[in-house]
Nanobody, 125 residues
Framework: QVQLVESGGGLVQAWGSLRLSCAAS????????MGWFRQAPGKEREFVAA????????YYSDSVKGRFTISRDNAKNTVYLQMINLKPEDTAVYYC??????????????????WGQGTQVTVSS
């Protein structure tokens, strides 16, 4: 089992920045792939970014590439999502997810076994 707790969400103006954190506990954190997804009202949950267990591989959706950076600190059991140049369309609940699967597909939400409760990010224009 992996427990995930997100933090760092809030209200920010367009072009501002936020850093989300996801603290993990339970199963060996360093052996799980981690991802961030988001869900806006009335929309499906969408992939944002993911990072391999070693941190050597990162993945981004086209909509956030160049603005968001995912990173992890296995010593602190924490994954981060640094977001800059935020846009109103980034407004959503952001979820952290973890996968211990060998056949982990970073961009596919069904490839994750554990989810956090979500943190709200609101970007005003």
């Amino acid at each position: 089992q992996v427990q995930l707790v997100e933090s760092g969400g809030g209200l920010v103006q367009a072009w501002g920045s936020l850093r989300l954190s996801c603290a993990a506990s339970g199963r060996t954190f360093s052996r799980v792939g981690m991802g961030w997804f988001r869900q806006a009202p009335g929309k499906e949950r969408e992939f944002v970014a993911a990072i391999s267990w070693s941190g050597g591989y990162t993945y981004y959706s086209d909509s956030v590439k160049g603005r968001f950076t995912i990173s992890r600190d296995n010593a602190k059991n924490t994954v981060y999502l640094q977001m800059i140049n935020l846009k109103p369309e980034d407004t959503a609940v952001y979820y952290c997810a973890a996968s211990g699967r060998r056949n982990w597909l970073a961009r596919l939400f069904t490839s994750y076994d554990y989810w956090g409760q979500g943190t709200q990010v609101t970007v005003s224009s």
